[in-house]
């Protein structure tokens, strides 16, 4: 019964984090959150203790827990880590890929193309988690997954607004063209260059966005 109330805690927590219902630096606690949801204190402090290891949470002495908030510094690290990753996980995809994967990868991304031609961004977004979860599956690398999943936990408060600006949209659907023909032609070079430049390019915009657009306005970062 512990373990189902810790898992409460703790999804309930990360969602409550990730779509920004604690905003960035705020401060909880265990009894807050614990009387939210009707349990006791010890699996909200449990899930507390897997969120800090996650990166999401701050354990501050005397205060309670600090949700996290990105500086630049925070997006190089992930992007520099996501880019080695994710690079290595297309030129994977790119060799070890089956023919169904292959066509499946293919249909998601005319399907992102569209909903890009569209401008329907809901759709657009649904389409680019599905696809990178086709490349993890074609890669057959869980332990490489489970880290990429962690890190773009970290942004996800970022990524949806980012990723669904019209301009962005259009040119990421151009970048993804050009990956996934790389991998479903086999061109495991070309797949790994192809993804480590989109992700650079989505670092260097993002960066770009929060220094110009979003910091200089906001307390407590993002």
Known sequence: MSETFQHQAYEYVKEQIINLRYKPSQVITDTQVAQELNISRTPVREAFHRLENEGLLINEARRGWRVYSLSID????????????EGMLARCAAERGSEEERAELLACFEQMQAAAASGDSETWLKCDFKLHDIIFAMAGNARA???VANLNDQWHRVRIGYATMRARMAASTVEHEAFVKAIVEGDA????????????????????MLTTL????????V
């Open 145 to 147: 997954e489970r880290i």
């Open 214 to 221: 979003v910091l200089p306005f906001v307390e407590n970062g």
């Open 74 to 85: 925070d997006i190089h690290e992930l992007f520099d880590i996501k880019i080695a990753i």
């Open 189 to 208: 070079a070309a797949a790994q260059r192809l993804m480590e430049q989109h992700l650079d390019n989505v670092r260097t915009e993002l960066v770009h």
